[in-house]
């Protein structure tokens, strides 16, 4: 049976990073493609980082390309300050050797999903996607796997009602989720029980290779903002659930929901409300409920023991 065919759309990140190792280094899937989007940092730096992070993982056989620097509306997104100024924990990089692809990103994600059944891993705004349904009319349909990381129904990351990806660009997201494809959702309430700690750290430093430098690196600044903010230095792996889910559809408890996302209020601008009543069992979308996180930290420390220098 063929591997499932992936592309990442993505605003690195430290946890955007995290899971595009994860993805890169699991021999479940082939990678065909890592498109950028602004979000945690603008456009420029974001397509930077994801050709860093590729770079890192010496897979010069996968795409790089640069979707929106904007998003739908006039809406202002700063630039996070959870990822360091440069998005990837202010750390110092010398010039990834793997190119940015001339193509439009989205236009991009239009040919990989002409070229075979793709599955796509949004774990940025979802400006891109709804770009892309704009471009080309019907073309949801095609998808076999939409994994979104975004939405949260009891506790926001930006505001109290508002996931940041979410926030982001919410008049993409409600477009996006309104599309036709089969879409999984791993909101806050998810990726909050999944987590790395000091050991981990301590694991990815002790591999003594380049990508467990970069990445123990990369989560100590991470940490530290989660100490600061949480109370605790335990770093939520909000993005890698959405490559977890590809991985193994087994690992992630879900259940059948209806997503909306609200783009007007003071306070809820941003805002995910996810019914998950009985009544939506049976949805196309379906919504995150529980994983296991021990398993989850086992499997990410034993791919990326994989990575080589």
């Not at 930077?48 to 979707?67: M, Y």
């Not at 990815?204 to 109370?231: C, I, K, N």
Request: proline share 5%; hydrophobic share 45%.
């Amino acid at each position: 049976m063929a591997r499932p065919r992936v592309l990442i759309d993505t605003d690195p990140g430290v946890d955007d990073a995290i899971a595009i190792l994860l993805a890169l280094a699991s021999p479940e899937v082939e990678v065909v493609g890592v498109v950028a989007v602004a979000g945690n940092a603008p456009l420029a730096q974001t397509a930077l980082n994801a050709r860093r992070i590729v770079a890192l993982a010496r897979r010069h056989d996968v795409v790089v390309a640069a979707g929106c620097a904007e998003s739908l509306s006039d809406h202002v997104v700063e630039a996070s300050v959870v990822h360091g100024r440069d998005g990837l924990g202010d750390l110092e990089w010398g010039e990834p050797d793997v190119p940015l692809d001339p193509r439009d990103g989205v236009d991009f994600t239009a040919e990989m999903i002409h070229a075979g059944p793709l599955t796509i891993v949004a774990i940025g705004p979802l400006t891109n996607l709804a770009v892309l349904l704009e471009r080309h009319p019907g073309i949801d349909r095609e998808v076999e796997h939409l994994v979104i990381m975004g939405g949260a129904s009891f506790e926001g990351n930006v505001t109290p009602a508002a996931e940041f990806n979410i926030w982001a660009d919410p008049e993409a997201a409600r477009r996006v989720f309104a599309a036709q494809w089969r879409i999984t959702l791993m909101p806050l309430d998810l990726t909050h029980q999944a987590s790395l700690n000091d050991d981990d750290l301590a694991y990815f430093a002790s591999l003594d290779t380049l990508v467990g430098a970069r990445v123990a690196a990369m989560l100590e600044p991470y940490a530290q903002f989660h100490l600061a903010w949480h109370g605790r230095r335990d770093v939520f792996m909000h993005d890698a659930m959405a490559v977890y889910e590809v991985l193994d559809d087994a690992a992630i408890l879900k259940c059948g929901a209806r997503v909306s996302v609200e783009t007007g209020g003071v306070h809820s601008r941003g805002a995910t409300f996810i019914d998950r009543r009985r009544v939506h069992t049976d949805s196309d979308v379906r919504v995150g409920v529980s994983v296991d996180n021990e398993r989850f930290r086992q499997l990410l420390r034993a791919r990326l023991a994989t990575y080589r220098d």
